[in-house]
C-alpha cells in the first residue's frame, strides 16, 4: 500500500540535504559526503604538512557512514606527529588522498577540504597543533578554538 504523505516528506528531506563529492586530482576516486560535516579543522602538525605539501591542512569529518567512496584506492597506515594511529586512502594513479580516519577520532571520516575545489566550503571551527605552525600563519576567526 502506497503512503504518498510519507513519500512527500521523505523526498523532501532528501532535496534539503547537501551531498558533496570530493575527488583525487585526476578524477578516478570520489568520496560523496551527506549532510554537513561534524567538524572542520586546520591542522599544523607536521605530519599534514606532508601529506597536504602545505604549511597546513584544512580537513572536514563526516561520520563513516555518511562518506562513500567509489574508485580504485590504496590505504597506507602510519602513526602521526600526534602520536596517532592514522589510515589514508588515495588515488594510486595521481597520489592524492581522497579520505583518512584516526585514531582519536573514531567512528569519523577525514577528508582534505582542497580535494572539494569549494571556496565557499565552511570553514574550520578548530586549529589544533598551533606549536607547529609556520610564523606567518594566521587562522582567523573569534570563534576558532585553538589547540597546541
Ligand atoms: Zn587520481
Ligand atoms: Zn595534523
Known amino acids: 500500500m502506497r503512503n504518498l504523505g510519507r513519500r512527500g516528506i521523505a523526498a523532501g528531506m532528501m532535496a534539503?540535504?547537501?551531498?558533496?563529492?570530493?575527488t583525487c586530482r585526476c578524477g578516478q576516486l570520489q568520496a560523496t559526503c551527506t549532510g554537513?560535516?561534524?567538524?572542520?579543522?586546520?591542522?599544523?602538525?607536521?605530519?599534514?604538512?606532508?601529506?597536504?605539501?602545505?604549511?597546513?591542512a584544512v580537513q572536514a569529518r563526516w561520520p563513516h557512514a555518511d562518506v562513500t567512496l567509489a574508485g580504485e584506492f590504496t590505504e597506507w597506515s602510519h602513526t602521526a606527529d600526534s602520536g596517532s594511529r592514522a589510515t589514508f586512502r588515495f588515488c594510486p594513479r595521481c597520489g592524492a588522498?581522497?579520505?583518512?580516519?584516526i585514531a582519536a577520532l573514531p567512528?569519523?571520516?577525514?577528508?582534505?577540504?582542497?580535494?572539494?575545489?569549494?571556496p565557499q566550503f565552511p570553514p574550520p571551527a578548530f586549529s589544533v597543533y598551533e606549536a607547529r605552525m609556520h610564523?606567518?600563519?594566521?587562522?582567523?576567526?573569534?570563534?576558532v578554538e585553538r589547540w597546541d
Open 16 to 22: 534539503g540535504t547537501i551531498v558533496r563529492v570530493a
Open 36 to 56: 554537513e560535516p561534524v567538524r572542520v579543522s586546520v591542522c599544523h602538525c607536521l605530519d599534514c604538512q606532508k601529506r597536504s605539501g602545505s604549511a597546513f
Open 97 to 101: 588522498t581522497v579520505t583518512f580516519a
Open 107 to 118: 567512528g569519523l571520516t577525514g577528508v582534505p577540504v582542497g580535494a572539494f575545489a569549494d
Open 135 to 143: 610564523s606567518w600563519v594566521a587562522i582567523v576567526g573569534a570563534d
